[in-house]
């Protein structure tokens, strides 16, 4: 049962999804490739009793190769990504996190130079801190995407670097589990980079990841070092830009701190540019919302996972988790996103709406959206499937009886 072959029919027309050969598992040719990939495994020196034993049984996931293939229908604005990823409550986690691993903390910040904010902010922002480290068996997902879709070759390197974990045994095969793409580990790292520069932090021999936080920030902390993070720096701070700011922008445009200031470029409190150059201007939002200078540092956050809405939101958060203030420049929009709680509230009120969107998880998944989509319909709002503060304010104002009602009861 390939349900991809309707669905590449269906979709034949879209240029895109043909230029990318959009990947249809099919069996036979599974089997075929898992035995290259067994002749593969022994050429790299691996024992194929762990490919037998790693590969016994499996079938192609296609739900991988469709999560390859998704194209996000829109953009998360930035100011969604960062209410979601950088609220009071991922702050509060993180700073019991800092007080529960302050002694391993500072063992790592002795032994690799990285601050502890940075490190359990990353923790934070790619799995809630060890809550959502993905569920797909690492195995099945990479050996899926080794055989099928338009990165083979990759995800080649990446399978025979599993097999090497389980192998060396360093994770367990059953706790072997991560996201679609193969990223594992309460830090979520990939095969390949776990191979070069994770760490065993905790003494036992192993590089546990998945089951032992001091390896997992340990590791963390020694991929940013490698990443060329400088000790007792920062990775830079929020700016003020002077009314109608046109000079250069961006990641790659970088300058020494006299030329930002001689642009009249100050920090958001109003204090002198600080710090050791050269470095970026990052506008996320344009000119109009919140302005950061990026000095280098920030390039290692970077590098961990390439997009800047990302590097962003893991900066911030060791900000707030360092005791810094919440962005003080509005983004420029009306409707400003919300937090994780305020998302559950969201699908709490849908629910009770009768819409059914399972367990309210502040996720805004397909089906959230949907239903926000025919509430939005069903109020005359404009129908966008976002969920923002304009949102929640008209779902609360549909629920709540009003005050004579209220004073009856
Ligand atoms: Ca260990």
Request: glycine letters at 12%.
């Amino acid at each position: 049962m390939w349900r991809c072959t309707a669905r590449a029919e269906a979709l034949l027309l879209l240029v895109l999804l043909a230029a990318a050969g959009t990947a249809c598992a099919a069996p036979g040719d599974f089997q075929a490739c898992l035995s290259e990939l067994r002749a593969a495994a022994v050429r790299a020196g691996l024992g194929g009793d762990t490919f037998l034993g790693a590969t016994a049984g499996i079938e192609p996931d296609q739900g991988v190769l469709d999560a390859m293939d998704h194209q996000p229908e829109f953009r998360t604005p930035i100011w969604d990504y960062l209410a979601g990823l950088v609220d009071e409550e991922r702050v509060a986690d993180g700073r019991a996190r800092l007080a529960e691993w302050a002694t391993v903390l500072g063992e790592i910040e002795r032994k690799f130079g990285v601050d502890r904010h940075v490190v359990v902010a990353v923790w934070g922002v790619e799995t809630d801190y060890g809550r959502r480290m993905g569920s797909r068996p690492l195995v099945r997902s990479l050996a899926t995407l080794s055989c099928f879709g338009g990165r083979q070759r990759t995800f080649r390197g990446e399978f025979l670097a599993t097999l090497r974990i389980l192998e060396e045994g360093d994770v367990p095969a059953a706790a072997l589990n991560g996201s679609w793409a193969g990223a594992f580990g309460q830090t979520q790292f990939m095969p390949t980079t776990f191979q070069r520069l994770a760490v065993d932090f905790d003494g036992d021999g192993r590089r546990d990841i998945v089951g032992s936080v001091p390896d997992a920030l340990a590791s963390t902390a020694n991929v940013l070092a490698r990443a060329g993070w400088r000790t007792g720096e920062r990775w830079g701070y929020e700016v003020r830009l002077p009314p109608g700011y046109n000079g250069p922008a961006g990641r790659r445009t970088r300058r020494a701190l006299e030329d930002w200031a001689g642009n009249g470029i100050r920090r958001a409190d109003g204090s002198a540019l600080a710090g050791t150059g050269p470095a970026a201007l990052l506008t996320p939002a344009g000119t109009r919302g919140p302005a950061f200078l990026a000095l280098r540092n920030y390039n290692a956050i970077f590098s961990y996972n390439a997009a800047e809405s990302y590097a962003l939101a893991i900066a911030h958060l060791a900000d707030r988790l360092r005791g810094g203030a919440p962005i003080a420049t509005a983004w420029p929009t009306d409707d400003p996103g919300i937090s994780r709680a305020e998302r559950r509230e969201v699908q709490e009120r849908l629910i009770a709406l009768g819409h059914d969107i399972g367990a309210p998880d502040g996720i805004i998944g397909a089906r959230t959206r949907a239903a926000i989509e025919a509430f939005q319909t069903s109020v005359g709002m404009a129908v966008d499937g976002r969920a923002g503060k304009k949102l929640l304010a008209a779902l609360r104002a549909i629920a709540e009886p009003p005050p004579a009602q209220r004073e009856g009861r």
